[in-house]
């Protein structure tokens, strides 16, 4: 029996989760951009599905990303994408708009 009950073995992991979106990690990592990334997750999944962070063979960063819905997929895909070519002002200014919309 598993120390942890409710810790999915990684079969099951990509078994429960089939669809993965990989990233490699940017110089200096994410940054702000986190933040637009997790806020979308919270808006538009239920539960988060699960990310994990490793390093390739070359010394390559990245992170993936699983999910159970391919619309989902295809949608958190296409945030991803907008959320990588803005800048750091672009990414500022979207928080702080962000965060004035809650109150």
Same mark, same amino acid.
């Given at each position: 029996m598993p120390r942890y009950k409710d810790l999915? /073995?990684?079969a099951?992991?990509?078994?429960?989760?089939?669809?993965?979106i990989e990233v490699p990690l940017p110089? !200096?990592?994410?940054?702000?951009r986190l933040n637009l990334i997790e806020q979308w997750l /919270?808006?538009?999944t239920e539960h988060p599905d699960f !990310?994990?962070?490793?390093? /390739?063979?070359a010394r390559i960063d990245h992170v993936t990303w699983a999910f159970k819905d391919e619309i989902i997929a295809?949608?958190?895909r296409a945030h991803l994408e907008m959320v990588l070519k803005l800048t750091?002002?672009?990414v500022l200014n979207r928080l702080t708009k962000r965060g /004035?919309?809650?109150i």
């Open positions: 999915l /073995t990684p099951l992991l990509r078994k429960e989760y089939p669809i993965h110089y !200096g990592g994410f940054r702000l /919270t808006d538009y !990310g994990r962070w490793s390093t /390739t063979k295809q949608a958190f750091d002002r672009q /004035t919309e809650d």
